[in-house]
């Protein structure tokens, strides 16, 4: 249910008339931004509540971190700030997973993730009123065409790779039945590939793009901390080393996308795609 309501409040916001309404209000009204912490932050405990993990050390961890990246946009911090405040504590979740029991960490780091994707739409879509950030539905056929092209020439080259380093064994048909990968399409998609494509795509690789051009030197750039980003991430041993050098090729691909397209569901469509075929037939 709480992951439910926070990706229909993400989803929500693809359309052009709440996002508006969102710019809008900040513009007139910019204190109501100090709103968001409480709130997000309150939706955290229902969620760890409903979960036996509510922990007031847990719930001040959360307020602190919600309450960083709004500071730093409502005064006037650097837009690489406010998005380092948001993305960083992500990456390195440690001290409020110690809080939390072995069980019912993977749910909450992704009701913590789903609030952070959420305040970060809120500050860089409506708050700063990003350009470039493509958080929109698909507006041509391309959208559709660009990821297809994506998967088809990039899907070698990861598998190639990743087999000669030893991060993905060969491939094999998988024995999962139909109904089950054919729902895991919406579920890669929504908990795994949309969230990273806003926060890596429309947030850093966009900003990075407003600042230094969109050049390949800083596609680059954002593919290899996309790439950085995985090297905390299993099953190889950390850090992973093979994880990283994957991931900096997709991401690669990903942002060439992301850069043709008018949409990050585009990129996000082609993640999918990647993490679905490696979870099935790898």
Known sequence: MFLGALLAAILLLLCERPQAAMRAAFKQRPWILWALPPFLTGYFLLAS?????????????????????????????????????????????APAARLIAKHAQGYLH????????????ALFAGFRAMPGMKYNLPRAWRDLRLP??????????????????????????????????????????????LPEEILFRSMIQNLLMQRFGATTRTLLVASLIFGAAHLDNGPQPLPNWRYMILATIAGFAYGRVFQKSSTVLASAMFHMMVDWTKHFFF
């Open 148 to 193: 297809l092209a994506g998967f088809a020439l990039t899907a070698p080259v990861l598998a190639v790779v990743g087999i000669a380093i030893g991060f993905i064994p060969y491939p094999h048909w998988s024995t999962a039945g139909a109904g089950r990968m054919a729902s895991a399409v919406a579920i890669v998609f929504a908990g795994t590939a």
């Open 110 to 121: 992704s009701v913590a993730y789903g609030i952070a994707i959420l305040l970060g739409l």
């Open 49 to 93: 509540s409903g979960a036996g993990q509510a922990n007031p050390s847990l719930i001040a961890m959360v307020l602190a971190y919600t309450v960083a990246p709004v500071a730093c946009a409502y005064f006037g911090g650097s837009d690489f700030l406010t998005l380092l405040l948001l993305w960083l504590p992500l990456e390195f979740p």
